[in-house]
Structures are given as C-alpha cells and as structure tokens.
C-alpha cells in the first residue's frame, strides 16, 4: 500500500509563484513514476508533470519553462516548483504514483490564481 501527502497549495496572484511538496509512504520503487496531477473545476483531470524511470522528466506543454518537477528517491518526495501562475493553473493538485498494476492520490491541495 501507498499513501501519498501533499502540501504547499494556496491562492496567489497571476504571476506569482508556489511549490507544491508530496511525501509517499509504503512501497515505492525508484523504477515507477511519481508525479502531479490536476483538475480545474468542469474539467477533467491532467497530468502537469511526472518523474519516471531514470528520472525521465514529462510536462505538460501549458506548463513548460514555468513549472520545474523535481523528485528524492531517498526520502521518496516529489515537489512541484510553480512559477509565473496564471488563473488558468487554478485547479486541485493531486499527487500519484503509479506502477504497472496499480495508481496512487493523494487527498489533493488547491491552488488558485487570481487575475
């Protein structure tokens, strides 16, 4: 089993910044990706960003050059450094880890970005 917790969400104005933190517990392996996640009001949820094997780094293209992903197989975080923040980021956070049979939430944090 895995329990992930996040951290770090909040409201800010359009181009500030926020770090989201996400601590995993349980059986995390290095081999499977861990990432973030998020879903705007009405809309489906979307990968932002994600870390996978041999830390192959994946963005979503709207986040490209704003947002920076960066994962400690030790202690088994994954932050998501935000930067330049515009309403449209406005959404619930969601942290997973996700291996061949299995996905993983956290409980979620929201950011919301004012204009």
């Known amino acids: 089993q895995v329990h992930l917790v996040e951290s770090g969400g909040g409201s800010v104005q359009s181009g500030g910044s926020l770090k989201l933190s996400c601590v995993g517990s349980g059986r995390i392996g290095s081999t499977n990706a861990m990432g973030w996640y998020r879903q705007a009001p009405g809309k489906q949820r979307e990968l932002v960003a994600r870390?996978?094997?041999?830390?192959?780094?994946k963005y979503a293209d709207s986040v490209k050059g704003r947002f920076t992903i960066s994962r400690n197989y030790a202690r088994n975080t994954v932050d998501l450094q935000m930067t330049s923040l515009q309403p449209e980021d406005t959404a619930v956070y969601y942290c997973?880890?996700?291996?061949?049979?299995?996905?993983?939430w956290g409980q979620g944090t929201e950011v919301i970005v004012s204009s």
């Open positions: 997973n880890y996700a291996t061949r049979d299995s996905t993983y």
């Open positions: 870390v996978s094997s041999g830390s192959a780094r």
